[in-house]
């Protein structure tokens, strides 16, 4: 899920959304000009940071293990999203700001969903 802020100086990434996690936290990444960091939304909606700040461009694999997890999921649940071009530098944030998110279906076998590459992987895909 991508949330983009009212006065436009943020972009929210959420995990994916089951339907027993209605009315849970929702865990995400928010991108801002040259830096993003983890956020939570409890339960009533307001999102609070946690964590540190990383600047932009980010390299994943040095981002600690619970910011890899949320960007992972992020980009399981909705692999068409822009969220590693714009903390790796290759999309602005205007940019991002700018595009339409692109939906694309996830893909599924005869025995249930596909596996999408992990962030990890995927980053040596853009080099």
């Not at 932009?56 to 969220?83: F, K, W």
Request: proline content about 7%; some cysteine.
């Amino acid at each position: 899920m991508r949330i983009i802020g009212p006065d436009k100086s943020y972009i929210d990434f959420f995990q994916g959304v089951c339907a027993s996690q209605e009315w849970s936290n929702l865990f995400g990444i928010r991108v801002r000009p040259g830096f993003c960091f983890a956020i939570v939304k409890n339960g009533d909606g307001h999102s609070v940071s946690f964590g540190k700040e990383y600047p932009i461009p980010v390299r994943l694999e040095t981002l600690p293990i619970h910011v890899g997890m949320i960007v992972d999921n992020h980009v399981l649940n909705y692999p068409a999203s822009d969220l590693i071009e714009v903390m790796i530098g290759k999309k602005s944030f205007q940019q991002a700001l700018e595009s339409t998110p692109k939906s694309e279906p996830k893909r599924m076998t005869a025995n249930g969903a596909e596996r999408f590459p992990i962030a990890s992987e995927q980053v040596f895909k853009w080099k």
